[in-house]
């Protein structure tokens, strides 16, 4: 989180401002289980399929999972990024051999440059690339993610 918010500018509040509303105290989970979907209007079983769809669509109506999901988010505002912060002024890293994957067809790229620039300051082996879909990976594009995941892992 805390790349995240260096990094941050009115652009980023602009298009990820459900980072900071979702922080926040209760508000989140009462806005989201009021009409789901219209939260998450980037998902079609089209896109991911009709039992990913589905599975997600009676997630996203429970509301102990909407809660989980939003403590997510609180934890990255609260804790998160003070440990973040205070591993990186130490030198700590990650010591095992790191994967880095992304999506090519969402913005991370063009807020931050080359993802694998960032790992290297938190992780002393790291190797990735990114994947051609948009931000739900597993879903839009699960072969090119298992071959890289096996590759990875040989």
Not at 1 to 28: G, N, S, T, V
Not at 59 to 83: F, K, N, S, T
């Given at each position: 989180i805390i790349e995240h918010l260096d990094h941050a500018d009115w652009k980023f509040a602009r298009d990820w401002y459900h980072w900071f509303f979702f922080a926040q105290p209760e508000k989140p989970e009462r806005a989201i289980l009021a009409n789901p979907l219209a939260w998450y209007d980037r998902v079609s079983p089209d896109l991911m399929g009709i039992a990913a769809y589905e599975d997600l669509v009676g997630a996203l109506h429970d509301p102990a999972i909407i809660h989980g999901m939003v403590e997510d988010y609180r934890a990255g505002m609260r804790i998160d990024h003070i440990h973040e912060r205070k591993d990186r002024d130490a030198g700590r890293k990650v010591q095992?051999?790191?994967?880095?994957?992304?999506?090519?067809?969402?913005?991370?790229?063009?807020?931050?440059?080359?993802?694998?620039?960032?790992?290297?300051?938190?992780a002393s082996d790291v190797d990735g690339h990114g994947i051609d879909s948009g931000h739900h990976i597993a879903e839009e594009n699960p072969d090119d993610l298992a071959t890289a995941i096996i590759a990875f892992l040989r």
């Amino acid at each position: 989180i805390i790349e995240h918010l260096d990094h941050a500018d009115w652009k980023f509040a602009r298009d990820w401002y459900h980072w900071f509303f979702f922080a926040q105290p209760e508000k989140p989970e009462r806005a989201i289980l009021a009409n789901p979907l219209a939260w998450y209007d980037r998902v079609s079983p089209d896109l991911m399929g009709i039992a990913a769809y589905e599975d997600l669509v009676g997630a996203l109506h429970d509301p102990a999972i909407i809660h989980g999901m939003v403590e997510d988010y609180r934890a990255g505002m609260r804790i998160d990024h003070i440990h973040e912060r205070k591993d990186r002024d130490a030198g700590r890293k990650v010591q095992c051999p790191t994967l880095c994957l992304w999506s090519t067809r969402d913005d991370l790229e063009q807020i931050y440059g080359d993802p694998l620039a960032i790992w290297l300051n938190w992780a002393s082996d790291v190797d990735g690339h990114g994947i051609d879909s948009g931000h739900h990976i597993a879903e839009e594009n699960p072969d090119d993610l298992a071959t890289a995941i096996i590759a990875f892992l040989r």
